[in-house]
């Protein structure tokens, strides 16, 4: 069976997508990190949730 996770950050206010990555690994654990950093890194400022 061949099956993809897709993560995606979005900028609340306006509703835009700021990151994605598509992977072929199962389980989405290790995505959150790397997804956040990748946000952080387009938005220029860190998520409203961590600061």
């Known amino acids: 069976m061949v ?3 897709v993560q995606a950050a ?3 206010e306006h509703h835009l997508i ?3 990555e598509v992977t ?5 654990r290790s995505q959150l990190a790397k997804m956040a950093r990748q ?3 387009a938005a220029g400022v860190v998520p ?3 600061s």
């Open 24 to 28: 072929n690994v199962s389980h989405d």
């Open 39 to 41: 946000a952080q890194e």
């Open 10 to 12: 979005v900028d609340a």
């Open 18 to 20: 700021v990151a994605h």
């Open 48 to 50: 409203s949730l961590w």
């Open 3 to 5: 099956g993809y996770n």
